[in-house]
Structure formats: structure tokens, C-alpha cells
């Protein structure tokens, strides 16, 4: 009999799974992806909903693969987008191994973290809770207690953490947390890939971010972002061509700007972050159309990659 040894075998107490990041819209959810993964994969905005889609981040770590699966922010919606963002946020809770339930220390806790402590409470499943304590950056030490408390009284957490996803504090402290309570499995995913979602659908979003960027509150959340054409012209050279769709002509005006200038900051901005994710110079073509009311019907949902499944 042979016996062979595969050289990437891991070890016999390897740990692995799914981290479902759960919280209302704002707490940081993508900001902390990104910083874990130490890329940029999933857009943030100061603007509440900026996450439309569950977008997995991969760590791959000697002793353990964290699998984190970031999903928009539970809260009540008004739309048939609002409710798929909704869906697929609750959809991670069975999913996951452990639950990350995120909330932002700078605020008491507000009616969605209550939601959420319900959702939690209510659930079928009995993963382990970490409580995260995010933005710490933000209190001092005795407002920071008297969160953690408020938080803890919501909903029992198994663990919890205090940390700051965008000064990078405690974030160590979180992982090995997690790690504790994921269970022994195998590494899922190559060490080397980050995320499932293609440079293609970031590359939409970050376009959809910079419109959020600069753009004021009801625009935004009446944008959806199409990449039309992605293609490597030579290895330091990369086309795209996206589509910025809104609801109204007014929309449009706003997007373009007085003679175009407004879609040019949008288009420059994105140049540059697309540029740096893909690591070639990019020339990035944007057009906008108006289709209205995209958001209430399900054929442009479907297209826009917003699929109401089931
Ligand atoms: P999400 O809706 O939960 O995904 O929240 P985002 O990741 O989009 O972040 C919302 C806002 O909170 C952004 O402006 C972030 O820069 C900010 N933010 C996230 N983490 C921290 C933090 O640790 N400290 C501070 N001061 N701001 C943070
Ligand atoms: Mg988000």
C-alpha cells in the first residue's frame, strides 16, 4: 500500500467557516471586511444602505480560514430592493457558524439594534453571538461600558469584543475570538482568493460609491451601476464601459452635472480605485439612463443583479 501525503494538507486541528456580519445599516459591516481581508472589496459610505449584496471576504490564516459573509443592514423597507437587501441579510444567519453582530459604540442602541437582538433571539439555529463593540475610536472608556452594557442587556452575546475597523485597534483581538468558536474543518477556499464577486460586479460598485460620494441624499439610493464591457486591452491597459441608471430625468441632470461635470468627478474618482484594485491603468467610459422606478420592478431588480430568489 502507498500512502500519500498531500503538501497542503492542513493541520489535523484546522479550523474553518462562515462569519455572518450582522447589523443595522452604518455600524461599519464592509468597513471592517475590507480590513480584515486588507483590500477593498465591499463599497462603505457614511450614507446609510450603501451594501446592496452578500459579498463573502476570505482570510486564510495558518491555523484557521475565516469565511465573512458582509450583508446590507437590517431595517425596515420600502421598496422591492429594500426587502432583497433585507432577505439577504437575514438569509446569512443560517448559513453561518458564528454570528458577528456589529453596533456602533458612539450611539446608544437604537429601534433596528432591537430588531436585530429579536431576529437573534428568534432564530432557529444556535450558532455562538460575538457582540462586536465597533468604532471605539469614537468614546472614552467610561461611555464605552455604559454601551457595552446597553448592548449586553439587548441580547446575551456568547463573547464580545471592543475595536475600531477604520484605526485597525483590537482587530487581532476580534480574530482570535472568532477562530475560538469557528469548528475544526478544512480550508474551503486557496489561500490566495479574497473574495467570490468578480472584478467586474467591484468594479460597479465602486463606481456606484463614488456617486454616493458625491452625490446628495435620494439620489444615491436610486442608483444602480451596470458594466457593460471589461476588457484587458493590453497586461498595464484596461477598458470598461458602465451604464449609471436612475429613476428620473432630474436624476440624470444631477448625475451629469452643469456641462458633464459632475459624471467626470464620478468617472475620475472610480478610475482611480478601479486602477488600484486591478493594478493596470484603466479607461473607464460611463453613460446614464433613466429607467424609471427600477426599484419596484422585478425584471430590472433581476438584471441589476438584485434577484429576488425563491
Ligand atoms: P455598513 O453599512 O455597516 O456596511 O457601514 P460602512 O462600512 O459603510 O461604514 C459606515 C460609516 O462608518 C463609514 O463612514 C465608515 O468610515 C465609518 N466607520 C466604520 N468603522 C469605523 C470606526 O471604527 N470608527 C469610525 N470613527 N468610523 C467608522
Ligand atoms: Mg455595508
Known sequence: MVLTVQENTPPIDYRSGFVALIGRPNVGKSTLLNALVQQKIAITSPKPQTTRNQVLGILTQADAQLIFIDT???????????????????????DADVILWLVDVSEPPQSEDQRI??????????????????????VDEDALDARRAAFQALQPATAEVAFSATQ?????ELLAVLCRLLPLGPQYYPADQVTNVQERFVAAELVREQV??????????????VVDEFKERSPDMTYIAATIYVERESQKGIVLGEAGKM???????????????????????LWVKVVPHWRRDDAYLRRFGYRIEG
Open 72 to 94: 446590507p443592514g437590517i431595517h425596515a423597507p420600502k421598496h422591492k430592493l429594500g426587502a432583497f437587501m433585507v432577505d439577504q441579510a437575514v438569509r446569512a444567519v443560517p
Open 117 to 138: 437582538a429579536q431576529l437573534l433571539a428568534a432564530r432557529q439555529t444556535a450558532q455562538p453571538v460575538v457582540l462586536g463593540l465597533n468604532k471605539i475610536d469614537r
Open 168 to 172: 485597525r485597534l483590537h482587530l487581532d
Open 212 to 225: 454616493l460620494h458625491h452625490l446628495r441624499e435620494e439620489v444615491p439610493h436610486a442608483v444602480a451601476v
Open 263 to 285: 459624471l467626470k468627478r464620478i468617472g475620475q474618482g472610480a478610475r482611480r480605485e478601479i486602477e488600484q484594485m486591478l493594478s493596470t491603468r484603466v479607461y473607464l467610459e
